[in-house]
């Protein structure tokens, strides 16, 4: 199984960007799936996570009121609503997924280990 990230571009500052990560496999298992990203020169960070079960989300503070996850079960896609992005949102955005293991509590949702498949990334770039 592959993810497959899509959506990301140029955009200038305020502006929106949405973001699509699905599943190579209709028949894809998994239990929560999230965005990470990293930007020139520093760590990858947590973005923001869901649950698949549930739909219950978790947000890094600094994209909470911003940005906006959801999920669409149909098509095992998850997307990624950015709004009001600024320079540093500037980033490659990793899609993620955990497929193996039990549902993940909500302090698990932001650490790395959690998750078993990585996408291959797609660029966000915010001009000031």
């Known amino acids: 199984v592959q993810l497959q990230a899509s959506g990301g571009g140029l955009v200038q500052a305020g502006g929106s960007l949405r973001l699509s990560c699905a599943a190579s496999e209709r028949t894809f298992s998994r239990n929560a799936m999230g965005w990470f990203r990293q930007a020139p020169g520093k760590e990858r960070n947590f973005v923001t996570a869901i649950r698949w079960s549930d739909g219950s989300t978790r947000y890094a503070d600094s994209v909470k009121g911003r940005f906006t996850i959801s999920r669409d079960e149909t098509k095992n896609t998850v997307y990624l609503q950015m709004n009001g992005l600024k320079p540093e949102d500037t980033a490659v955005y990793y899609c993620?997924?955990?497929?193996?293991?039990?549902?993940?509590?909500?302090?698990?949702?932001?650490?790395?280990?959690?998750?078993?498949?990585w996408g291959q990334g797609t660029q966000v770039t915010v001009s000031s």
């Open positions: 993620v997924s955990r497929s193996v293991g039990n549902l993940p509590i909500w302090s698990m949702l932001a650490d790395e280990s959690t998750y078993d498949l």
